[in-house]
């Protein structure tokens, strides 16, 4: 019988931050519970080479090439319903535990059927007073996915909260679940296929929860720092998240908000993209227009095919 975990860390040349999280998991979590999968994305900085020497007993998928957080962790989460694991636990790499998180989300679910997954509070890892990622909502009038930063009063820690959607930064997923819906999105590659795949879910009938009493801490970005001349955040970030955006109001947003839709976030990347061009940052700002083209025009039997 296999552990009731399969833990996904998709790594792409980050193999520090891999081996860190690896670590802080090791020291802290139950390892008779879960087996960890390192999916690496087509690394050039001989990265598997590296973990696997420091870590020769955990599983490794290696991707010839980068298939974007979406298909990246699909691999992950094939492996782990072919040998039937129960769960799923999708960890970005630059995150860190100081507790027994797998337990928790674990215990949680074996609670809690009709959850198809759960996510725990994420704090920043500079300032661990503050949160990075709490409870996933949906402003459906403004069309805009958010996260509630709200720190969880103490004397309700332990309380759930059903969320709107749970983020790809840590999330337990129950596999049969996923089994109906589908995985990630492989076309969204970077970006929102969290969003989409939580509202997959949720169609099908299942809750989301965010559990604020299991916490990790997340160093955020890690992958998208890139130095180039245009700043360290890598200018095709701003394509990926303005196209999938479109993409997800396309399928998910109400019709009647549409109006709003368009203005609020038409608004919004008309200004990003006068930014970026008074700043001189040509390459991102043609992203964004990139972006908005292939969000408003790509066939939708091409999205989701």
């Known amino acids: 019988m296999p552990k009731p975990v399969a833990l996904i860390l998709l790594n792409w040349n980050t193999p520090v931050h891999t081996a860190n999280c690896i670590l802080s998991l090791k020291q802290y979590c139950d390892e008779r519970i879960f087996d960890i999968i390192v999916a690496d994305n087509g690394s050039t900085d001989d990265s598997l080479a590296l973990l696997k020497a420091k870590f020769p007993d955990l599983i490794y998928i290696e991707n010839k090439e980068n298939l974007g957080f979406a298909e990246g962790n699909n691999r992950g989460l094939v492996y782990s319903i072919a040998n039937g694991y129960t769960y799923s636990l999708v960890m970005n790499t630059d995150t860190l535990v ?61 309380d759930y909260e059903i969320a709107e959607w749970i983020t790809g930064c840590c999330m337990l997923l129950r596999n049969s679940a996923l089994i109906k819906s589908g995985l990630f999105n492989k076309h969204f590659f970077l970006y929102y296929e969290d969003v989409e ?31 180039k001349k245009e700043g360290f955040l890598s200018p095709v970030i701003h394509y990926y998240i303005s196209r999938n955006h479109i993409w997800f109001l396309r399928k998910y947003g109400k019709p009647v908000f549409y109006p709003v839709n368009i203005l609020y976030n038409g608004f919004y990347y008309l200004g990003v993209w006068v930014y970026l061009k008074l700043r001189g940052r040509n390459e991102k700002a043609g992203f964004i227009i990139k972006g908005v083209k292939e969000g408003l025009f790509t066939p939708s039997k091409l999205i989701w095919s």
């Not at 074996?110 to 509070?121: F, H, N």
């Not at 704090?123 to 409870?135: E, P, V």
């Open 98 to 158: 100081d507790e027994d998180l797998v337990s928790g989300l674990i215990a949680h679910l074996d609670k809690y059927k009709q959850a198809a997954g759960v996510q725990p509070a994420i704090y920043w890892m500079h300032d661990k007073t503050r949160i990075w990622n709490g409870k996933g909502s949906f402003n459906v009038v403004l069309g805009l996915p958010y996260s509630d930063k709200t720190l969880p009063a103490q004397n309700n820690i332990g």
């Open 197 to 227: 795949l939580s509202f997959r879910l949720r169609d099908w009938g299942h809750e989301l929860h965010y559990l604020p009493s299991c916490k990790m801490y997340h160093e955020a970005g890690v992958s998208a720092i890139v130095e």
